[in-house]
């Protein structure tokens, strides 16, 4: 029999997975944004935020959700070579192999020629790794109509973003991902944990605890798995040493959440 | 594997770490407080004090005229008056009563009246100040409690408001004086506030010298972040009519006109503009104006 406490352990492993995709509201009006501008016609979406604010999650999410209607391609690591970038969409949007280099007049003549009757959806994330000259053209293959990007990338200021050329004129639509609030954070781990069966422990979670939590990790998902990962790793292992007896287990202890937290370095002690 | 005994450790010394500070506090405001107390205290018994030395200056009268046997006496009387008072005050108080005794020795003189008249004298300055370091005592108290803090500071803002008021006349709404929980941040805004206001003003007097559209623009900003869309659309229009091909100005201008509920005009310039600047910024803004992502 497995302990509860590393299964809800496992919860918090800092993984992409759409199935453990929770649905949180302000996240899922602006997922609903998202989908809504995605049917506009002639529009590039950026979708910008801090690291670990659910970027990749959201977008994964996304090519998930979109792929029964409509044809999605994910690429969840940039190709940053130019050739091997063309090469790639050639090969997985217009199902047209490619032996040697491909340039960028080369794979436009191969956007227009190919008549497809439907717009593809390209999810690039960490988009902030692509060259400029790379964004350039990408942004020029938008303005064929024939391919629509959905561009995720780390939020540095938004002025900064704007003031960037390559955005200023063809991206109609940003979006912006925050970290939760403080009642999210609290949804969010509860609903995490009951995905996983988890319900003891997702009640031991009340408000004190979460507070607690936010104040540590500002709500950012990222560092919140870190840990709520590190606190369920020191419950097992006072459960595996038999002194669960010496610590509180009808709710979380804020002892061990700052435990936790210097054991990942959010406090350094 | 974990080591939750080193962890619990390091863990031990993090609280110990931030409760240091905790117990500097605490312990510097129970010393604090044992001091005003000790002062407090100490000029309470001031004024057994005086009593004793009334007494001391007629028995010394009598001294003078009785024999040196009975002075004996009344020192020892003396002694007797004094002594609860030094186990309380220690020795600063009996400086105080020799230095005293000292000085009377000097107004002696033979007419009553002319003693009586001295003793009052030198008793109502006492009292005086004795009951004002009371007061200065009551007041450091205060301090320390939060309550009092609060109301100073939301003093300290109604002046600020006021001066604002009178060097300045532009409508300018932005403190508007409500029951805080957080009164020391809101005196940090209005001081920052206040000196924007004055950086206004120096601006807009070098504007009327040199009619610098740059200087303008920075008050047309300004007014626009402080939320005075009004003068920042004013202060737009002028850079405007100055140079009509400044981009932020225009953006300004923009966004100003939204916030005054003027949608419309709002986007016709911006469309205006657009046409022949080609502008991106301005491309994002009209868009933001009308999905409502700006409002
Ligand atoms: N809505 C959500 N439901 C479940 N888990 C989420 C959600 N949002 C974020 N997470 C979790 O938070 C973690 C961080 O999210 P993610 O990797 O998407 O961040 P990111 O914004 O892409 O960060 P980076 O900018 O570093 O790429 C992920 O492990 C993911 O499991
Ligand atoms: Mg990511």
Redesign the interface.
């Known amino acids: 029999m497995n302990s509860i406490f590393v299964n809800s352990k496992n919860v918090f492993l800092d993984t992409v997975n759409p199935k453990d995709y929770v649905q949180l509201d302000r996240v899922s009006t602006i997922y609903q944004s998202l989908k809504d501008s995605i049917k506009k016609p002639l529009k590039m979406i950026l979708l910008y935020g801090k690291p670990g604010t659910g970027k990749s999650m959201f977008l994964t999410k996304l090519s998930l959700d979109l792929a029964d209607t409509q044809n999605v391609f994910l690429y969840d690591t940039p190709i940053l070579d130019e050739s091997e970038f063309y090469k790639t969409l050639a090969q997985d949007v217009f199902e047209t192999k490619y032996a040697g280099e491909l340039n960028f007049t080369q794979f436009m003549k191969i956007v227009k020629d190919k008549n497809l009757n439907q717009v593809p959806v390209i999810l690039l994330d960490e988009a902030q790794l692509y060259s400029e000259e790379l964004m350039e053209k990408i942004r020029l293959l938008s303005d064929t109509r024939t391919l629509k990007f959905v561009i995720a990338l780390h939020k540095t200021e938004k002025e900064d973003l704007?003031a960037k050329?390559h955005f200023?004129?063809r991206i109609?639509e940003t979006i912006e991902l925050e970290n939760s609030l403080p009642t999210e954070l609290k949804i969010y781990i509860q609903k995490k944990l009951m995905k996983a069966n988890c319900f003891d422990t997702a009640s031991m979670f009340n408000s004190k605890a979460v507070n607690k939590i936010y104040k540590l990790t500002h709500g950012n998902y990222r560092d919140t798995n870190k840990l709520l990962y590190g606190l369920f790793?020191?419950y097992s292992?006072?459960e595996k040493?038999n002194?669960l007896y010496s610590i509180k287990t009808n709710q979380i202890s804020t002892?061990l959440i700052?435990?936790a937290a210097?054991?990942t370095g959010l406090?350094d002690? | 594997?974990?080591n939750?005994r080193e962890?619990?450790k390091?863990?031990l010394?993090?609280?110990i770490?931030t409760y240091i500070p905790h117990a500097i506090i605490f312990v510097s405001i129970i010393v604090i407080m044992t001091i005003i107390s000790i002062f407090a205290t100490s000029n309470t018994e001031k004024t057994p004090v005086i009593a004793t030395k009334t007494e001391k200056h007629e028995k010394r009268k009598i001294v003078a005229i009785q024999s040196l046997q009975k002075e004996q006496n009344v020192s020892t009387q003396k002694e007797i008056v004094t002594a609860p008072v030094q186990t309380n005050i220690q020795q600063n108080t009996q400086v105080q009563t020799t230095t005293l005794t000292e000085d009377t020795k000097l107004t002696l003189s033979p007419s009553m009246n002319f003693m009586r008249r001295i003793q009052n004298e030198e008793q109502q300055p006492y009292y005086k100040v004795t009951s004002s370091v009371k007061k200065s005592t009551k007041k450091r108290k205060k301090v320390v409690q939060q309550a009092t803090v609060e109301e100073e500071y939301m003093d300290i803002e109604q002046k600020s408001q006021v001066k604002k008021k009178t060097t300045n006349k532009a409508p300018i709404t932005i403190v508007k004086k409500e029951p805080t929980s957080k009164p020391y941040k809101k005196q940090i805004i209005t001081i920052e506030r206040r000196d924007s206001q004055n950086d206004i003003k120096e601006i807009i007097t070098r504007f009327k010298k040199n009619n610098n559209p740059a200087l303008s623009l920075f008050v047309a900003k300004k007014y626009y972040e402080l939320g005075n869309y009004e003068q920042a659309y004013n202060y737009a229009l002028i850079t405007n009519a100055i140079n009509n091909d400044i981009e932020d100005s225009w953006l300004i201008f923009a966004k100003s006109l939204v916030k005054l509920n003027k949608r419309d005009m709002a986007i016709k310039t911006l469309k205006e503009y657009i046409k022949y600047s080609h502008s991106?910024?301005a491309?994002?803004l009209l868009?933001d104006i009308q999905s409502g992502k700006f409002k």
């Open positions: 704007i050329e200023q004129t109609w790793e020191i292992t006072y040493n002194q002892k700052e435990m210097i054991h406090i002690a | 594997m974990l939750t962890l619990e390091r863990w010394k993090y609280k770490k991106g910024n491309k994002i868009n």
